[in-house]
């Protein structure tokens, strides 16, 4: 089969065809890479569909490798090697320890970095291995055991828990807010507005004031919220603060309140796992995620132990 046109296999589910293969048996790969026997299971069938044939032969004793396994093992061995030799190459930690953590760049610079010596140190030591993505990825699949992110619910086929909610206020840099002045919310239309993924949270804000507003052609988007705050600071327009993510910005005085008045935003967040059983490692990591953002420890206790 011609994949020359396909997406690439993630690495991940190379891991787990290579540990299968040495081990013989999909719980014993599990154990090595720290996942569950699920999610080993996902990725060799997700290799066997994208190959369109099978690598492993199913028994009641574990796996082994079929002829065309066998000939995929070893050019995946091959390739291992091959990185391996690279002296400058990254290793990701393993270990019982070690949680993988998925979130969007703007949370994870804003919110999770600043919290992340406390989040790895506080009782015990962890490590926090932090995957950085916009995608909605399969968290199961991909190994992950946790995710913070943006959202207006929970999604399907995860266990998730809100964690908080924000009330957004305008915000712009100090030069463009001594022009903007103080007044009537409507003052703020004779200067660009700057929005992220959407519009929502400023016709939230606008609709609050009993105003309409829809985005005009001289208002910004970008898709990344860091962007959308470092707008603001070099004086692009006026966006809208998110508490607790905009705290540091609004205390170095890089962005300041242009207007008081505050409106629950339509978006909140979220933690989420996959379903089943988490990790000792993972629930530690989502009781101090849960403590770091006053979430009761009833809540986070129900999450943990939720079964989907």
Not at 159 to 185: C, K, N, T, W
Not at 206 to 230: H, I, K, S
Not at 243 to 251: A, E, H, R
């Amino acid at each position: 089969m011609d994949h020359s046109s396909e997406q690439m296999l993630p690495l991940e589910t190379l891991r787990a065809f290579d540990a299968a293969a040495r081990t013989g048996s999909f719980s014993a790969a599990a154990e090595k890479l720290n996942l569950t026997h699920g999610a080993v299971s996902r990725q060799i069938a997700k290799l066997e569909d994208w190959l369109g044939l099978k690598v492993f032969d199913r028994g009641a004793r574990g796996v082994s490798l079929t002829i065309e396994g066998t000939r995929l093992h070893l050019r995946t061995t091959e390739a291992f090697a091959l990185i391996a030799s690279n002296s400058d190459r990254w290793i990701e930690p393993r270990g019982t320890a070690v949680v993988r953590l998925a979130s969007i760049p703007s949370v994870s610079g804003l919110w999770l970095m600043p919290r992340m010596a406390a989040l790895e140190s506080n009782p015990s030591k962890l490590r926090i291995v932090l995957d950085v993505d916009n995608r909605q990825a399969d968290l199961a699949d991909e190994g992950i055991d946790l995710s913070v992110r943006c959202g207006r619910g929970r999604i399907p086929g995860r266990v998730s828990v809100q964690l908080f909610e924000e009330y957004v206020f305008p915000v712009a840099s100090p030069e463009l807010a001594r022009e903007i002045g103080r007044g009537d919310p409507a003052r703020l239309l004779k200067f660009p507005l700057i929005n992220d993924s959407d519009a929502s949270a400023w016709r939230a804000w606008f609709a609050a004031q009993d105003m309409d507003y829809r985005p005009r052609p001289q208002d910004r988007r970008f898709e990344d919220y860091n962007l959308v705050l470092d707008a603001a600071a070099h004086g692009l327009g006026i966006a809208l603060a998110r508490p607790p993510m905009t705290v540091d910005q609004l205390k170095s005085g890089r962005i300041v309140a242009v207007d008081e008045r505050s409106v629950l935003s339509p978006i909140s967040y979220w933690l989420d796992r996959p379903l089943g059983r988490p990790r000792a490692a993972a629930a530690d990591l989502a009781r101090r995620i849960a403590s770091q953002a006053g979430l009761s420890a009833e809540k986070i206790e129900d999450f943990i132990v939720a079964e989907g």
